[in-house]
């Protein structure tokens, strides 16, 4: 079975400042991988997402993440956060080749951005 | 576009009555179905998924239930609830056997038992 851990729980960044969110994951065979972001009071939403080919994918609202394959990650960048960035942040994988998608999710990353 | 939908937004219940949550989705057919239960600092955990009408999964056991009574209404159900059913309860939908599938969430109900 697939796990997937996220390294903070909680992370607090001033304005401007650079934002990685680490994601690692741990299953032996192909997986397709997904960043949620739930804004406060709002619904879970699709940030960003990778299937195949070029590792470095980009989401909306200037958020990328890199698939590393040999490192089991997927970690969340944006070289400048908002005060509107401030979410919980969600790292999925699901096992590639299913009929269906049973996500397994981390536990979220709470990030605080302060104006 | 496709919509998913959830009801009630809020329930406060006691302990030992019986629960029923909606999940309903819209602008597209034969849709895979999922119910997630969220709890602070613990994530998602799934709890059901459907692919079909009438066919359900559970993933965890548990004191909840789930039916499919039409192709696009999945409903989460409890006869007695528990103290620790209490959480935020999500619906999810994806389309149906695509190569590169994505879920989808709703807006969540949030459970309170007392």
């Known amino acids: 079975a697939q796990s997937v851990s996220q390294h903070n729980h909680h992370v607090i960044l001033s304005e401007a400042a650079s934002l990685e969110l680490g994601c690692n994951y741990s299953y032996g065979g192909t997986v397709n991988l997904f960043w949620y972001v739930q804004y406060p009071g709002q619904h879970l939403q699709l940030l960003l997402k990778?299937?195949?080919?070029?590792?470095l994918v980009k989401g909306i609202k200037g958020f990328e993440a890199e698939f590393i394959k040999s490192k089991f990650s997927f970690n969340l960048r944006k070289p400048s956060v908002q005060w509107s960035d401030t979410a919980e942040y969600f790292c999925a994988v699901n096992a590639k080749n299913s009929g269906y998608s049973t996500l397994t999710f981390g536990k979220g990353t709470m990030l605080l951005v302060s104006p | 576009s496709q919509t998913i939908h959830q009801w009630p937004a809020t329930l406060v219940q006691p302990v030992g009555s019986p629960l029923s949550l909606e999940c309903t989705v819209e602008g597209t057919s034969n849709p895979n179905l999922y119910w997630y239960r969220q709890a602070a600092g613990r994530g998602l955990q799934l709890l059901f998924y459907s692919v079909g009408i009438g066919q359900i999964s559970s993933e965890v056991p548990q004191n909840l239930s789930a039916s499919r009574p039409q192709d696009r209404q999945f409903i989460l159900s409890s006869k007695k609830l528990l103290l620790s059913d209490s959480g935020f309860y999500l619906c999810?939908?994806?389309?149906?056997?695509?190569?590169?599938?994505?879920?989808?969430f709703g807006p969540g109900t949030r459970l309170l038992v007392l």
């Open positions: 999810a939908w994806s389309a149906y056997q695509t190569t590169e599938e994505t879920q989808y």
């Open positions: 990778y299937f195949s080919g070029d590792p």
